[in-house]
């Protein structure tokens, strides 16, 4: 199976490795220093890095985890705070400039990249930096840099079925839902409902289906969506709805239940997903294997290659040159 799908239980327990081999704790830069018990983490990254945070929030729900997909941080961050820096090339402009402003307000900042001028601005600062292996394209390495942001976190926080988290992408890989859900999607746009705990499989999926599927799709969020989204369904579009079960609580699952009721009242192109494993870190990690595969596939059945993002290259170009905000 090409993208690198099959090699992502290696790499995932590599991934972790290497973020819990950093002794975080012993680390000082300057005044800053990383042997405390953090107030917040606040994840920092875009698109395919970006997603690492909102699957870490999902999966330490509970905890103080703050995600941030901008340049500078939030004025309330300071040195309570830890940073995770995410970014998979290290070049993105957004989330050097949210770092080095971080490290320049005191707070703790660690990077998780596979070099770049991410890792070159906070190595030569003396900020720690996780390098994880490289993937076909910042996306396709999401079990690179989200293990690794779960090791670094385990100096910290206690990580919830890691090791079931590996085992059930092998269900994912071959799961034969991937081929049917593509060809059910094919030539429509995929509304995508999944509960709030498990948010980011929905995000996931509508980010693989933009990047490798070159596919507009639309997130509805329940609890919220139960007072907007659902409303469309009234109307035909060229709409296919994609429904995504889990388990989060009894109040989510059964809130699930009756947006797939209604929805299958006025429609019946409705495909639900069932996500496996117990934790919502073992349901993210399957979902976005199962459901990246259903991106690659339908990029199989519209015969556009994957991998080519060209506007994304044509923007990350044309900002390249300029400033970080002032503030
Ligand atoms: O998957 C992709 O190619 C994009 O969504 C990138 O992840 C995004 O542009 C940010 O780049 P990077 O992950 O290198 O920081």
């Known amino acids: 199976m090409p993208y690198g799908y099959e090699e992502w239980p290696k790499l995932s327990l590599e991934s972790f490795k290497l973020g819990r081999e950093l002794n975080l704790r012993s680390i000082k830069v300057g005044s800053i220093n990383y042997d405390f018990e953090p107030s917040n983490i606040v994840i920092t990254g875009m698109g395919g890095s970006g997603i ?31 940073v995770v ?10 989330t050097i400039c949210g770092a080095l402003d971080a490290l ?17 601005e906070l190595e030569g600062r003396g900020a720690p930096v996780v390098k994880v292996p490289k993937a076909i394209a910042p996306r396709f390495g999401l079990p690179n840099l989200l293990y690794a942001v779960l090791g670094l976190l385990s100096h910290y926080l206690t990580i919830p079925e890691i090791d079931e988290s590996i085992s059930v992408q092998g269900d994912a890989l071959r799961s034969e839902l991937p081929g049917r859900l593509a ?6 746009v995929p509304m995508i409902f999944a509960p709030i705990g498990l948010q980011a499989v929905a995000y996931r999926f509508k980010n693989d289906l933009n990047e490798n599927s ?12 139960d007072h907007n ?3 469309a369904v009234m109307l035909k579009h060229p709409v296919k709805y994609i429904i995504i079960r889990g388990r989060t609580d009894d109040v989510h699952d059964y809130l699930m239940r009756a947006v797939e009721e209604v929805v299958k009242n006025y429609s019946s192109d409705v495909e639900v997903v069932e996500l496996k494993g117990s934790s919502r870190l073992s349901q993210e990690v399957y979902g976005s294997m199962l459901l990246g595969l259903v991106s690659v596939k339908l990029a199989e059945l519209y015969g556009i290659d994957p991998v080519r993002t060209d506007p ?7 900002i390249r040159g300029i400033n970080c905000p002032s503030n």
């Open 52 to 82: 690492v945070g909102d699957i870490v929030r999902d999966s330490l729900w509970g905890h103080n985890i703050i995600i941030h997909k901008d340049f500078n941080i939030p004025k309330w961050v300071d040195s309570r705070s830890l």
């Open 85 to 94: 820096a995410v970014s998979y090339s290290g070049e993105t402009l957004e």
């Open 104 to 120: 320049r307000r005191g707070v703790p900042v660690v990077g998780v990249t596979t070099g770049g001028r991410l890792a070159s």
């Open 183 to 188: 060809s059910f999607l094919k030539g429509y």
């Open 214 to 225: 070159k596919t507009p799709a639309v997130v509805a969020i329940v609890p919220e969506a």
């Open 229 to 231: 989204d659902i409303v």
């Open 312 to 318: 994304i290259n044509t923007l990350k170009e044309k």
